[in-house]
């Protein structure tokens, strides 16, 4: 897994349901909360070679930047 990371003041508790049950993510920062319809999302881009692709749920496309929406069931599976 990932090392611990320091808590700063701009660290949050960001609570998610995860297939029925409320788990807490400790996140460094949040930038902003925007609701979205589930139109509003694009399929994530075939070009994603940082990162495994699988953790994008989609995209949305704002007026002056691209927020990724992140798949919360594949960024929280525990690998058996």
């Known amino acids: 897994?990932?090392?611990a990371a320091d808590l700063t003041p701009k660290s949050r508790n960001?609570?998610?349901n995860l297939a029925g049950e409320l788990v807490g993510l400790c996140v460094?920062?949040?930038a902003d909360i925007?609701?979205?319809s589930a139109?509003?999302?694009n399929p994530p881009p075939s070009n994603i070679s940082e990162v495994d692709g699988?953790?994008?749920?989609g995209?949305?496309?704002a007026e002056m930047e691209i927020v990724a929406v992140l798949n919360i069931q594949e960024a929280l599976?525990?690998?058996?």
């Open 1 to 3: 897994g990932l090392p």
């Open 14 to 16: 960001l609570i998610v």
């Open 28 to 30: 460094d920062q949040i």
């Open 34 to 36: 925007i609701t979205l």
């Open 39 to 41: 139109d509003a999302i």
């Open 54 to 57: 699988r953790f994008f749920f």
């Open 59 to 61: 995209v949305y496309t």
């Open 77 to 80: 599976e525990i690998p058996e």
